[in-house]
């Protein structure tokens, strides 16, 4: 079945940086979109963008642009996030979900819980 | 900041009918098919409804979907103490090049 498994929780200062991988089975690494939306304590969801693991072509949302970066190693089927100069209002779930360009379908991570404190 | 708006809450009894909607522009649900999700806390949301009002296999057709011009509607019939979640709706959006969420709606069954 498909799944796709994220790294764990993060505890960064703010101004650093962190890495969230994740990682899916059950299907062909290079089929489908990943998408990394994020979701802030009781707030909504918010979309960060793709990537085609494919190509290697990303694409992010405007707000996101010059702070995160979305690469795949194809060798282990690993799909990853990087955010740097992290602020506190980047506490949030981290999601990575399948997807074709313009949809997140039905299989999501388990979320990484990245906390930026002081 | 989100583009769609829905409103924060919504309640109903057992059995009753609950509608949801998710308000946007011609940019985004004006022009593209809308997708709504429901989350659990502390859990991944879980794909509804995609193409505004298809079904992925194992959702209950008591959850159905519209669209009209600017706007989009969740409907849950029938509605079950297990169904008190939140929901949400996303689409694309064409002026911005990526996909929307809305605001996100708690249902609360009493």
């Known amino acids: 079945q498909v799944q796709l498994v994220q790294s764990g929780a993060e505890v960064k200062k703010p101004g650093a940086s962190v890495t969230v991988s994740c990682k899916p089975s059950g299907y062909t690494f290079t089929s489908y979109y990943i998408h990394w939306v994020r979701q802030a304590p009781g707030q909504g969801l918010e979309w960060m963008g793709w990537m085609n693991p494919n190509s290697g072509e990303t694409d992010y949302a405007q707000k996101f642009h010059g702070r995160a970066t979305m690469t795949r190693d194809t060798s282990i089927t690993t799909a990853y996030i990087q955010v740097s100069r992290l602020r506190s209002d980047d506490t949030a779930v981290y999601y990575c979900?399948?997807?074709?360009?313009?949809?997140?379908?039905?299989?999501w991570g388990q979320g990484t819980l990245v906390t930026v404190s002081s | 900041q989100s583009v769609l708006t829905q409103p924060p809450s919504a309640s109903g009894t057992p059995g009753q009918r609950v509608t949801i909607s998710c308000s946007g522009s011609s940019s985004n649900i004006g022009a593209n098919t809308v997708t709504w999700y429901q989350q659990f806390p502390g859990t991944a949301p879980k794909l509804l409804i995609f193409s505004s009002h298809q079904r992925p296999s194992g959702v209950p057709d008591r959850f159905s979907g519209s669209k009209s011009g600017t706007s989009a509607s969740l409907a849950i019939s029938g509605l079950q103490s297990e169904d008190e979640a939140d929901y949400h709706c996303a689409t694309w959006d064409d002026d911005l090049s990526g996909i929307v969420f809305g605001t996100g709606t708690k249902v609360t069954v009493l």
């Open positions: 979900a399948r997807g074709t360009k313009w949809l997140v379908q039905g299989y």
